[in-house]
């Protein structure tokens, strides 16, 4: 009938709305420090010759595999920088942890890029909240970037975000570049494809 076809329009509309939105919508993001100490610096293997790139990624979180294209596609433009990869991993793991869903994209860097980021202790000292944080840190450890390099949630292709951190890269400002970081959070990550909370990992 036409009233059951209106009701079925309505809730598709709805439907799509609410998807565009979640889609589109920032996850939140902590205050990197300033001036990276020297301490995390070690931890993250940084000796300070190169600008260092660090993306703080959760292997559960479908929307990385845009962080992880744009960041190839970073690492072409400017192949000077010292990219670290953070993959978080609980220590109290649930019954649906998977460890290699990464893998696909983390094989692709050299061994000593990928460092193990237990409960997310490291993305913590970062700010990185939401899988898809990138913070670039230039040789004398100043922020001259922080937030996501996609333009929303699995987004791929050319985004504002990778040419806004390129240009920082280039021409450090006297404030860090802040974009938003499109991802699910990083200690309670999200079902993406329909915006659902969950617990997994969290301590």
Same mark, same amino acid.
């Given at each position: 009938?036409? !009233?059951?076809?209106?009701?079925?329009?309505?809730a598709c509309v709805v439907g799509m709305w609410q998807l565009a939105a979640h889609v589109g919508e920032p996850?939140?993001?902590?205050? &990197?420090? &300033?001036?990276?100490?020297? !301490?995390?610096?070690?931890?993250?293997?940084?000796? /300070?010759?190169?600008?260092?790139?660090?993306?703080?990624?959760?292997?559960?979180?479908?929307?990385?595999?845009?962080?992880?294209?744009?960041?190839?596609?970073?690492?072409?433009?400017?192949?000077?920088?010292?990219?670290?990869?953070?993959?978080?991993?609980?220590?109290?793991?649930?019954p649906e942890w998977q460890d290699g869903a990464l893998q696909p994209w983390l094989s692709k860097w050299p061994?000593?890029?990928?460092?193990?980021?237990?409960? $997310?202790?490291?993305?913590?000292?970062?700010? +990185?909240?939401? /899988?898809?944080?990138?913070?670039?840190?230039?040789?004398?450890?100043?922020?001259?970037f922080a937030g996501g390099i996609t333009d929303a949630r699995g987004h791929k292709g050319t985004t504002a975000?990778?040419? +806004?951190?390129?240009?920082?890269?280039?021409?450090? =400002?006297? =404030?860090?570049?802040?974009?938003?970081?499109?991802?699910?959070?990083?200690?309670?990550?999200?079902?993406? /494809?329909? $915006?659902?909370? $969950?617990?997994?990992?969290?301590?």
């Amino acid at each position: 009938s036409k !009233a059951v076809l209106a009701t079925w329009l309505g809730a598709c509309v709805v439907g799509m709305w609410q998807l565009a939105a979640h889609v589109g919508e920032p996850g939140a993001a902590g205050g &990197a420090p &300033a001036v990276l100490p020297e !301490a995390l610096a070690e931890q993250l293997r940084w000796h /300070s010759k190169q600008p260092l790139l660090v993306l703080a990624a959760h292997p559960q979180c479908p929307c990385v595999p845009g962080s992880f294209d744009e960041l190839e596609a970073i690492v072409a433009v400017q192949p000077n920088l010292t990219v670290r990869i953070l993959s978080y991993e609980p220590t109290r793991k649930p019954p649906e942890w998977q460890d290699g869903a990464l893998q696909p994209w983390l094989s692709k860097w050299p061994a000593d890029a990928v460092l193990l980021d237990q409960d $997310g202790a490291l993305s913590a000292q970062l700010g +990185a909240m939401t /899988s898809g944080h990138v913070v670039l840190y230039q040789p004398d450890r100043r922020l001259c970037f922080a937030g996501g390099i996609t333009d929303a949630r699995g987004h791929k292709g050319t985004t504002a975000s990778r040419r +806004a951190l390129l240009r920082a890269n280039q021409k450090p =400002q006297p =404030q860090p570049v802040r974009t938003p970081v499109f991802g699910c959070p990083i200690h309670t990550p999200c079902d993406c /494809s329909n $915006g659902r909370q $969950g617990s997994e990992g969290k301590p």
